[in-house]
């Protein structure tokens, strides 16, 4: 079961929570987005049984996000419990959008590198509009050098914000129910394309 921690927060991070708030608004009544929020299932390796994906056929969602946890050395133990949101379903969709991000990798294929989590991160922001999305995105470039960075805004981000725009909301996608679907057809289905 979900719980939360609880950390006393200013007025200034107040104010900064509240612009997010409406993100639980994100959970429109499609069948997936009410199922989450009712049962809200949280990810991690006592959750997901792991092994038992990487035995799915390839081409599976199970198959792609098991082979992208094997491929770089990461587990869904890694993403810190959110603190600073009293609110128990709000602070769970954020939870549960942190907990997400290694879908998101494996529906788009965009890998862990600066230029990849940058991606993911424009691409994160034109589906929610989270401040905190755009100011990765807007810092995180001065990270890379010259050529990285052009190759960022010319390739990527352009990517980024029509593909996130014109996709289906994965923060409705109950990704644990996906596990044997083929993995073209999810992309085909939520309106994901593959950055060239």
């Given at each position: 079961h979900y719980t939360t921690t609880n950390v006393?927060?200013?007025?200034?991070?107040?104010?900064?929570?509240?612009v997010s708030s409406a993100f639980t608004a994100f959970f429109d009544p499609?069948?997936?987005?009410?199922?989450?929020?009712?049962?809200?299932?949280?990810?991690?390796?006592k959750t997901i049984d792991?092994?038992?994906?990487?035995?799915?056929?390839?081409?599976?969602?199970?198959?792609?996000?098991?082979?992208?946890?094997?491929g770089e050395m990461v587990t869904p133990d890694t993403r810190e419990k959110v603190k600073y949101i009293e609110d128990e379903?709000?602070?769970?969709?954020?939870?549960?959008?942190?907990?997400?991000?290694?879908?998101?990798?494996?529906?788009?294929?965009?890998?862990?590198?600066?230029?990849?989590?940058?991606?993911?991160k424009w691409?994160?922001?034109?589906q929610t509009k989270l401040p905190m999305a755009l100011i990765s995105s807007v810092v995180g470039p001065l990270r890379?050098?010259?050529k990285e960075r052009t190759r960022l805004f010319e390739k990527y981000v352009p990517w980024a914000i029509q593909?996130?725009?014109q996709s289906k909301l994965l923060m409705n996608v109950y990704f644990e129910e996906?596990?044997?679907?083929?993995?073209?057809?999810?992309r085909k289905e939520l309106g994901i394309y593959l950055v060239e």
């Open positions: 006393p927060i200013s007025n200034f991070q107040k104010s900064l929570l509240a499609s069948r997936g987005g009410r199922q989450i929020l009712r049962e809200r299932p949280i990810i991690n390796s792991i092994p038992y994906l990487r035995t799915l056929p390839e081409r599976t969602f199970g198959k792609e996000y098991a082979n992208f946890l094997d379903e709000l602070a769970y969709v954020m939870q549960r959008y942190r907990e997400c991000h290694d879908f998101f990798h494996a529906l788009t294929k965009l890998p862990v590198s600066v230029e990849g989590e940058l991606a993911l691409f994160e922001f034109a890379l050098s010259s593909c996130g725009l996906c596990w044997n679907k083929d993995i073209t057809e999810m």
